[in-house]
């Protein structure tokens, strides 16, 4: 009896070591630059993204003007971080798919052309730039962003290509 409460006590301990050491390295992950953990502050990319996410649901609930407002301020975000990193194609299409939800299709089409030729197989990009596209009536531009797809073994690529066949 007295040999299974010590062979109990030996597990226990190397178990407990065990998992403080995974969660001392677990919180190492959220000390690293950049992330926005180290301040506790999210980045610049991340408020946009979260404006964007806001102004979608607010979409979603016919209350347009908030989520203009919503909109509106991501892009100031995404605008900053633009202006930081101006190589950045992710950023980018946050700038052309905020301009297209305010209403400047060209502006938003600039966008999507300037991250394109950055990053010319970006699916993000080549998608929504096909849907306006297709949405301004420029089909044959729109096929061209397709063909950009084809090999990218994405869902994207199958759901627009029906989109072109209608």
């Known amino acids: 009896m007295f040999y299974k409460i ?7 301990l190397i178990f ?9 390295k677990n919180n190492n992950l959220k000390e690293l630059p950049g992330t926005g953990y180290e301040t506790g502050k999210l980045s610049k990319f991340q408020k ?21 407002k919503s909109y509106k ?10 202006n930081e990193n101006s190589s950045n194609p992710d950023v980018i299409n946050y700038l052309g798919y905020i301009s297209e939800k305010l209403g400047d299709k060209k502006n938003a089409e600039i966008y999507y052309l300037l991250g394109l ?6 699916i993000e990009l080549n998608e929504l730039l096909f849907k306006l596209y297709v949405q301004t009536n420029r089909v044959d531009l ?5 063909k950009a797809l084809e090999n990218c073994n ?4 199958q759901l627009l290509k029906k989109i072109i066949v209608q």
């Open 117 to 122: 030729s950055i990053d010319p197989n970006h």
């Open 73 to 82: 301020k991501a892009f100031e975000y995404f605008m900053s971080e633009h």
């Open 154 to 157: 994405c869902s994207q690529y």
């Open 16 to 24: 407990s070591t065990k998992l403080s050491a995974d969660t001392n």
């Open 142 to 146: 729109a096929k061209e962003r397709l």
């Open 48 to 68: 946009g993204l979260k404006l964007v996410k806001k102004g979608i649901k607010l979409d979603k609930k016919d209350k347009s003007e908030k989520a203009k």
């Open 6 to 12: 010590i062979i109990i006590i030996i597990f226990s």
